[in-house]
């Protein structure tokens, strides 16, 4: 089956630091895109990046396809950017997407 | 605004008993999905529907039922067949393509 693996599980970070977060995928993952869960649950897409690289404020993503990884860029971290990162991959044969166990941001004051 | 509706935000299931979560969408995606999440873990997939009438069965769709009758609308059905049902549910959508997915606010659904 396809593998999506992200590190580390857990982060804890002083408000204004800067982190980055890894996800690995397996051959048979591709259009991998990166989410954040807010502590109410809710999903928020934040990059799909099959490859290359994209910003949106303070955060950034790269996605090197040919060496199956991709990373998050959180700059200058805020109370707000607390809560779970989930990279997910779509299966190349279909549209399913599998999610990664994500990693526990907290960003202290 | 364009989204996804899921309702209840709560839901309370007794032993034995069968439930419907809903899911509508107004963004007008073709596929819908349904997705399981317990405390600390990541998503699973339950069922996912790529057009009307058709969907098809993801890594943990025993216990569970779903209809697609209309593109807006894909509702979930808990059976008693499903005998850990606890968690939280979240329902997305997606036109295909090059394109991410969007996702409703989730249904906590705790048995009793």
């Known amino acids: 089956g396809i593998q999506v693996e992200q590190s580390p599980p857990d982060l804890i970070l002083q408000e204004g630091a800067n982190s980055t977060l890894r996800c690995n995928f397996s051959?048979?993952?591709?259009?991998l895109q990166w989410f954040h869960q807010n502590p109410w649950g809710q999903l928020i897409n934040l990059f799909y990046i099959p490859s290359g690289t994209k910003q949106n404020g303070r955060l950034s993503a790269t996605t090197v396809a040919t060496e199956r990884y991709s990373l998050l860029y959180i700059s200058s971290s805020q109370t707000t950017d607390s809560g779970v990162y989930f990279c997910?991959?779509?299966?190349?044969?279909?549209?399913?997407?599998?999610f990664g166990e994500g990693t526990q941001l907290t960003v202290n004051p | 605004d364009g989204g996804i509706t899921q309702s209840p935000k709560y839901l309370f299931r007794k032993e034995g008993q069968n439930v419907t979560l809903s899911c509508e969408q107004n963004l007008n995606h073709d596929a819908m999905y349904w997705y399981r999440q317990d405390p600390g873990q990541g998503l699973r997939l339950i069922y996912y529907?790529?057009?009307?009438?058709?969907?098809q069965k993801g890594d943990i769709a025993e216990g569970y039922s779903v209809s697609r009758e209309k593109k807006e609308s894909f509702p979930l059905t808990v059976t008693s067949a499903q005998k850990n049902p606890t968690a939280f549910y979240l329902c997305?959508?997606?036109?295909?393509?090059?394109?991410?997915?969007?996702f409703g606010s989730g249904t906590r659904l705790t048995v009793v």
């Open positions: 051959d048979s993952v591709n259009n």
């Open positions: 997910a991959g779509e299966e190349t044969s279909g549209s399913r997407l599998t």
């Open positions: 997305a959508s997606s036109p295909g393509g090059r394109y991410g997915y969007t």
């Open positions: 529907s790529q057009i009307v009438n058709d969907f």
